[in-house]
């Protein structure tokens, strides 16, 4: 995805300007008292909505730990929340990410994979595209292994509008290297998906 050119990036005026707009294309009147603030945080929160751009996700992942004890085995995060917008719609997508990847030699800190999730989640997104790069920037920088990557979430563009249908999750998968050649190893992965978790937090 390119990168926004910051240079033609609007000034904060003009992002309220075009809230104004949109408050009116709604039917109402941005003058009144209790709108009167709002384009301002509408401008606010679109700084915390789309936060990804101005995060390098790969350089998230450029401190690894060598030191692992020879653990060769698989690494999973399991349901990581995430806050999204599609890309046709503005309309918010709320859903978990489960990240894994089978290291080879380097490990990196977990904490990383989640920022990673988000980075890319705060930004206009699909969900499939999301899912690949999640998966494409861990493969890239980690060189590992293999990296698995499902996202399951709820699309309120279709919940609030259009055929609107809740309770729909849509599941997508990013499958690279072993999680994609070796079938135990993906066996593997879905029986540490679905076990219960086995402590409260
Ligand atoms: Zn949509």
Redesign the pocket.
Known sequence: MPPSDTSKRPTQAEAEQAVRTLLRWAGDNPDREGLHDTPARVARAYTEFFCGYEIDPAALLRRTFSEVEGYDEIVLLRDIRFESH??????P?IGRAHVAYLPRQRVVGISKLARVVDAYAKRLQIQERLTAQIANTINDELEPHGVAVIIESA????TTR?VHKPGVSMVTSTMLGVFRENSDTRRELMAMLNRPAVCEY
């Open positions: 599609c890309e046709h719609h503005l309309a997508i699309h309120e563009c279709m259009g």
